[in-house]
Nanobody
Framework: QVQLVESGGGLVQAGGSLRLSCAASGRTFSRYTMAWFRQAPGKEHEIVAVIRWSGGPTYYADSVKGRFTISRDNAKNTVYLQMNSLKPEDTAVYYC????????????????????WGQGTQVTVSS
């Protein structure tokens, strides 16, 4: 079992930055692939970024490439999402998700492929 708790959301002006954190319980955090998803009002969950158990390589949605950075600290059982150059269209509830690692050549980018989810943290970007 893994429990996830996100923090760091808030209100920011366009062009600003936020850093989201996701603290995970459990001793085997390093064995989980971690991801950030987001859900805007009236829309489905959208993949933002994925980081494998080893810390890299990483995957990013085209909409956030070059602006967002996912990282993890296995010693602290925490995954981060640094968000720079924020845009109003980044406004959403951001969720941290986890799945047991699998040695595979692909990234897992669908919500249904993740077993554990946090409660979400709201990010609002004003224009």
């Amino acid at each position: 079992q893994v429990q996830l708790v996100e923090s760091g959301g808030g209100l920011v002006q366009a062009g600003g930055s936020l850093r989201l954190s996701c603290a995970a319980s459990g001793r085997t955090f390093s064995r989980y692939t971690m991801a950030w998803f987001r859900q805007a009002p009236g829309k489905e969950h959208e993949i933002v970024a994925v980081i494998r158990w080893s810390g890299g390589p990483t995957y990013y949605a085209d909409s956030v490439k070059g602006r967002f950075t996912i990282s993890r600290d296995n010693a602290k059982n925490t995954v981060y999402l640094q968000m720079n150059s924020l845009k109003p269209e980044d406004t959403a509830v951001y969720y941290c998700a986890a799945r047991p690692m699998v040695y595979s050549g692909r990234y897992y980018v669908s919500p249904g492929e993740y077993d554990y989810w946090g409660q979400g943290t709201q990010v609002t970007v004003s224009s």
